[in-house]
């Protein structure tokens, strides 16, 4: 059985249905992320689990104990559910001690003072315990808002968009650190995200979340390399859709032809990604770059084919393409998906 | 839905609405129980209308003039002091009716007992809310437009009357409103003049003919001419912040008076200030110093000051907290008829204290009795401070209810969700996060309600229980018998303490800006932001 069970989970605001029908479980230990656009239901979704909305339909069951479902709500304050704010929502009147304190205050006063100073420590701020949270950064403020979720060793930990209040300079390195502190924590995560690039570097599984349901689950490699859907294929990274037809293994397209992962026959839809098209100058050209972006590591090109269709391609930057070159782009050798529409 | 949904902070918040705004909104039935109630008091009512419409006309005109003026002169010329006289004009806010009356009486100022008198105190002491709400929109007032003015071809002088004046008329008009309220529910002033108003009548009717409902219809035709006013006070207020909204921009430059006219400016204020605040202040304190030495100080003196104090400071405690469970109530419930009956709570703002007191009479009349019948515990709410009490969290509850829902507002839902992630239950919240960081609010009500219920009189006058006297009353008392050095120290410590919010208020808006509600006087100000990040 799964650590954290949701089934048929249904919460509209009036006309609004937030979330629909929902299916979601995460294992102990797991760190999972939702990830889907502003709007889909992702927060509904974290709101209902900690407890802060009702569902209309559906229970949520944590750690073997239902939470939430027919006839049985139990009040945020009973449910070990911890929660980090997207702004941290960090209580203004209380230091840092204070804060990450705040969720021990029925136990006894040693047990208290050992949690809170191996918490400060976890996220590595025992010597700002005195301070006041209004001198921290914004990457402590976070960390603070992270001890003072895991101090009371909760059963899950939600994070809602946990990194959107942060340059994005800083992003990078604190989501390390925070992937790092929840897995020496050994904590149960549920993180909801609009960044994809967040969400596949972070998490041990992803759920792909639209109009208030999950259309995908996985791990980061299968979401991003076999997209369930059009959506999901362009939702998750960029992405070429191709018109082609499927014999077996094989998939012949206007570029040529491409492996396919899982074989199929008769006409689809292919999701080839940037990085699984290759370009050459010698030959026949059959396209023309109309626009590039330097991204250090790598470029993107944007190239009109011959076909009328604009394609995106990725490459290293060690040799570059310059506007208005004419190219000749095929197939690399890397399988693609057929998509379901 | 968790939004209809009535839980047990809603069912509290609604049933602590109804026990407050209840008797308020029972005043009319005494028309249905006794149909013919006035009819022994035949005289009262047109006697009271008429003093009633002269001392509104009067007051009305006097306010409006005398705090135009003040707040033109500071807002658009500038001249020696004028930092200083801007807030001393504040001042006069500390002075209760009565006070000034007792001054005034003292001195033997010809025609002063008169409806012309009581016009004269009101607008002397009533000018300030004015005053401050006129200089409010002058000072928003953008350059621009009376520079259009004055390109079109019309003076300084005039761009102000027909460009500033006009647009400022909604913000004069909501203080010529508060103003208007304070005089209907004033009490000692109009009863030391001789001023048969309606609160005068009330207090008449109630005490020489005992008649419980010829008190409430007199106290629901008042209440009738308060609401209007409040209704008025509100639309003026909503418009004034569209005018304000639409002359944004840069501020008007003030202009630089010199040789006579600003000597002028800077004497005629201090000069007004120095008549209704320091000259009567002077003689209150010479008039102490005489009682005390000659032995005129009334023996009921420490009794009054300590009954006062205990009243006062009960009320500081009593009153916030009932507003900040209601005000955490609608919070926390998320309840909508929970927040409309918290609004409905407030309607107790600015209502004259005497309505009050005769409202919350008959209520506790009808309990006493059924508690009587079963206990035999006797005159258990009307004969003792209870009663009082109750009278004051009505009369007062919105002025507390201001000064914390300001706070509350100010510190986001999620520090709410936060604490009860981590395991507070809803009155953890309350006790744990709000009240900490609702330290300045709540210190701020209880300071004005300390100082409300200080100054009250008529409330106090009418329920009292036996030797329950109070300054306010001692002063009134000895002032009607016209034993002024007895007034005399009662009364400077009505004053000197009501000050401590005037000096406040002035403290605050140097850096925000001060704001008047509809209060009974200083009212709710924009209080300094407390730093809650987000």
New interface residues.
């Given amino acids: 059985m799964s650590h954290v069970r949701v089934r048929g989970l249904s919460k509209s605001f009036g006309a609004v249905e937030a979330v629909r029908e929902l299916n979601l479980e995460i294992e102990r230990g797991e760190l999972l992320a939702v990830l889907g656009p502003s709007g889909c239901g992702k927060t509904t979704l974290l709101r209902v689990i900690a407890g802060f909305e009702q569902p209309d339909a559906g229970c949520v069951v944590v750690s073997d104990e239902v939470v939430a479902g027919p006839g049985r709500i139990v009040p945020p304050e009973k449910r070990r559910v911890g929660m980090v704010f997207q702004d941290y929502a960090l209580f203004p009147h209380l230091s840092v001690e204070g804060n990450v304190a705040f969720g021990l205050s029925s136990r006894p006063r040693e047990e208290r003072d050992a949690l809170t100073r191996r918490t400060l420590e976890l996220v590595g701020l025992q010597h700002k315990a005195g301070c006041d949270v209004h001198e921290l950064s914004g990457g402590e403020r976070q960390r603070v808002a992270l001890a003072r979720a895991l101090a009371p060793e909760p059963d899950l930990v939600l994070l809602d968009e946990p990194f959107s209040s942060l340059d994005a300079t800083l992003r990078g390195g604190l989501r390390r650190e925070v992937e790092l502190i929840l897995r020496d924590a050994e904590a149960t995560a549920l993180l909801v995200t609009h960044d994809q690039e967040e969400a596949l570097s972070l998490a041990d599984r992803v759920a792909v979340m639209r109009d208030g349901q999950i259309v995908q689950v996985g791990p980061p490699v299968e979401v991003y390399g076999e997209p369930a859907s059009r959506w999901a294929a362009q939702f998750v990274g960029e992405v070429n859709v191709l018109s082609g037809v499927a014999r077996g293994s094989g998939v012949e397209t206007e570029l040529g032809v491409f492996d396919l992962r899982v074989p199929a026959s008769g006409s689809v839809h292919v999701a080839v990604r940037p990085e699984q098209l290759e370009l050459s100058v010698r030959g026949n050209a059959n396209a023309e770059v109309v626009a590039r972006e330097f991204r250090g590591h790598d470029v993107l090109y944007r190239l009109r084919h011959e076909g009328g269709k604009t394609l995106l391609v990725q490459l290293p930057s060690l040799e570059l393409h310059e506007v208005g070159e004419r190219v000749f782009v095929r197939p690399a050798p890397a399988a693609v998906t057929a998509l379901v529409d | 839905m968790?939004r209809g949904r009535l839980d047990g902070f809603a069912v509290a918040t609604i049933l602590c609405a109804l026990l407050v705004a209840g008797p308020l909104i029972g005043l009319p039935l005494s028309f249905i129980v006794a149909p013919g109630g006035l009819s022994r008091f035949s005289g009262f009512v047109p006697e009271a209308v008429g003093a009633t419409a002269v001392l509104l006309v009067g007051v009305g005109a006097g306010t409006f003039l005398l705090g135009t003026a003040l707040a033109a002169l500071v807002s658009f010329f500038e001249f020696p002091g004028r930092r200083w006289i801007e807030w001393a004009l504040v001042l006069p806010l500390a002075m209760p009716g009565y006070v000034f009356t007792l001054f005034a009486l003292g001195l033997d100022v010809p025609g002063i007992r008169s409806t012309l008198g009581a016009v004269c105190v009101f607008t002397l002491v009533l000018y300030p809310y004015v005053y401050l709400l006129a200089r409010a929109a002058f000072l928003s007032q953008s350059r621009t437009l009376l520079e259009a003015a004055r390109g079109l071809g019309l003076s300084r002088a005039r761009a102000i009357l027909r460009v500033g004046l006009p647009l400022a008329r909604p913000a004069i008009l909501g203080g010529v409103a508060l103003a208007l309220m304070e005089a209907l529910a004033d009490f000692g002033t109009v009863n030391l003049l001789g001023v048969r108003t309606f609160t005068d009548a009330i207090y008449r009717v109630w005490f020489n003919a005992f008649d419980r409902d010829a008190a409430m219809q007199l106290a629901t035709l008042l209440v009738s001419v308060t609401l209007t006013l409040l209704v008025l006070e509100r639309l003026a207020r909503g418009r004034a912040r569209h005018a304000q909204l639409a002359a944004r921009g840069e501020v008007v430059p003030p202009v630089r008076l010199r040789g006579l006219p600003a000597m002028a400016a800077a004497i005629l204020p201090l000069a007004l200030v120095g008549l209704v605040v320091v000259a009567p202040l002077a003689q209150l304190a010479a008039w102490s110093v005489e009682s005390v030495r000659e032995g005129l100080l009334a023996p009921e003196f420490a009794a009054a000051a300590r009954n006062s104090a205990l009243l006062a400071g009960m009320s500081a405690v009593l009153v916030p907290v009932v507003a900040l469970l209601l005000a955490y109530g609608v919070r926390a419930s998320r309840s909508r008829i929970a927040a409309v009956s918290a609004r409905t709570a407030t309607i107790g703002y600015g209502l004259p204290g005497s309505v009050v007191a005769v409202a919350v009479i008959v209520p506790l009349g009808w309990l006493e009795r059924r508690i009587d019948g079963v206990a035999g515990t006797g005159l258990l709410l009307t004969g003792t401070v209870i009663g009082l009490f109750y009278a004051y969290v009505v009369r007062f509850l919105a002025l507390a209810w201001g000064a914390i829902e300001a706070s509350l507002l100010r510190i986001?839902r999620?520090?709410d969700?936060?604490?009860?992630?981590?395991?507070?239950?809803r009155l953890?919240v309350l006790a744990?996060?709000h009240v900490?960081?609702l330290r300045t609010g709540l210190a701020t009500a209880a300071l004005l309600v300390f100082v409300e219920v200080l100054k009250e009189l008529p409330a106090t006058l009418l329920l009292r229980p036996l030797g329950g006297d109070t300054l306010a009353i001692a002063v009134w008392q000895a002032t009607s018998e016209s034993l002024f050095q007895t007034a005399g120290l009662p009364a400077l410590l009505i004053v000197l303490v009501g000050l401590l919010p005037v000096a406040l208020m002035i403290r605050l808006s140097g850096r925000g800006g001060v704001q008047v509600e509809a209060s009974p006087a200083v009212g709710a100000w924009a209080e300094e932001p407390?730093?809650?990040?987000?």
């Fill in positions: 968790a986001p999620q520090l969700d936060a604490a009860r992630g981590l395991g507070a239950d953890d744990r996060v900490p960081l407390e730093e809650v990040p987000a």
